[in-house]
């Protein structure tokens, strides 16, 4: 198994609290908690931040954690119903909603209404996709911390691409995707970086899966259209695309063609790689799953990632593939989580909108290390038009070079 052993070290951006100390009125033992923790069903798609509840309820048990999701109904999820439930349960005093995206839409105005009525829940939110939406919404200013993937990665891209050999960085999307905000601003930073260091960055316009009769069709699409770039651009261009459903075929192309890959849309090893190098390790379950995929069994994050590393340096590409070796959802589930424990028990600041980053860091190295890994990692504050967000935590994490002898 390789080992990984990068450093972590969290650089902290925040101007309001630098170091924080237990409280003098915090409680020398935990007293009794319950939190909440909403995702989507695996149906949806959103299997990590379902499989970082599940571990979380093993690992404190049902009494403390209620995890909840909602079924789908023709495409649509009610969320009402759950809301609802934690609303009338006094015993929660924390709520972790990690639904990704989906929560500005069905779920938005049950959670809003939920915070209105229970101010005496701590709420976290991770990975919320429309977040430069967000920011001004009644949500945001209700929520007490919110934990996302930095979106704005241009420059660490791009550095990440010219050290493994870019000349070239080619980036596939869509106009669908361009209008949603964070991924239209993750091309321009990626744009403006290349621009500044001098190498070309090329828009390339794939198939929208949404608007194609399958996603086959958008998956054949990049296995046919990323040879003939490599052809076009030269075999030092690193690919990138904005849609899930491409990520395996992108990486496949690479491998096949020999060009670079910096990182899938969504970071976490889970996201791509299995696919592209054969690896059977989703388990789905449910009435509504069942019958669509065989049982696989579910494969330990190290045991992946050095899965990976073997395909990758058997087949001579070290140094040409890499992205996180940390699922980006399931740290942020689970560090929130953890964050809301030490706000019940009074070790953080207790003020709406004051969060301690030195707590987040203490969580993000044991989350790792609990892991096997060590894995650096920057998180800031978010910034949208000037106006800094004192609760609203943007992360990254280093990137792992697969294929390495480490």
């Known amino acids: 198994m390789k080992k990984l052993t990068a450093i972590i070290s969290l650089l902290l951006t925040i101007t309001t609290l630098t170091s924080c100390t237990p409280l003098p009125d915090a409680p020398e033992e935990s007293p009794p908690w319950r939190i909440a923790i909403i995702t989507n069903c695996l149906e949806s798609g959103d299997e990590e931040n379902y499989r970082a509840a599940q571990a979380l309820v093993a690992r404190f048990g049902d009494d403390r954690v209620m995890h909840r999701t909602s079924a789908l109904s023709f495409g649509w999820i009610d969320w009402s119903p759950i809301i609802e439930e934690i609303a009338q349960d006094s015993e929660i005093q924390a709520i972790i909603i990690s639904t990704s995206g989906f929560f500005m839409g069905p779920t938005a105005p049950a959670i809003d209404e939920l915070l209105a009525t229970r101010d ?26 919110i934990i996302q993937t930095n979106s704005n990665i241009g420059e660490i891209y791009v550095m990440q691409a010219i050290s493994m050999g870019a000349q070239t960085i080619a980036h596939y999307s869509f106009p669908r995707h361009l209008y949603i905000p964070f991924i239209a601003e993750r091309r321009n930073s990626m744009k403006a970086a290349a621009e500044r260091e001098g190498i070309r960055f090329v828009e390339l316009t794939s198939l929208d899966p949404m608007e194609v009769s399958t996603s086959a069709y958008a998956v054949a699409f990049i296995e046919q259209d990323l040879p003939t770039r490599v052809e076009e651009f030269g075999v030092n261009t690193a690919f990138f695309g904005t849609s899930c459903v491409m990520q395996s075929a992108i990486i496949s192309g690479v491998m096949a063609t020999g060009a670079i890959f910096v990182q899938t849309c969504c970071p976490s090893p889970y996201h791509g790689y299995p696919a592209a190098f054969g690896v059977d390790y989703r388990v789905y379950t449910g009435e509504y799953a069942d019958w669509r995929t065989s049982m696989m069994r579910l494969i330990d994050l190290p045991e992946l990632v050095g899965t990976i590393d073997d395909a990758v340096y058997s087949a001579g590409m070290t140094g040409r593939i890499s992205g996180w070796a940390i699922p980006a959802d399931m740290m942020w589930t689970t560090i929130g989580f953890m964050y809301a424990i030490e706000w019940i028990n009074g070790n953080v600041p207790q003020e709406p909108g004051v969060i301690c980053l030195d707590t987040l860091e203490r969580m993000a190295r044991e989350y790792t290390a609990k892991l096997g890994f060590d894995s650096g990692a920057t998180l800031s504050l978010f910034t949208f038009y000037g106006d800094d967000f004192s609760h609203f935590v943007l992360g990254t994490v280093d990137y792992h070079i697969f294929g390495g002898n480490d």
């Open 120 to 145: 005496d829940i701590f709420a976290v939110y991770t990975g919320p996709s429309l977040y430069p939406m967000l920011s001004s919404s009644d949500i945001a200013q209700r929520s007490n911390l």
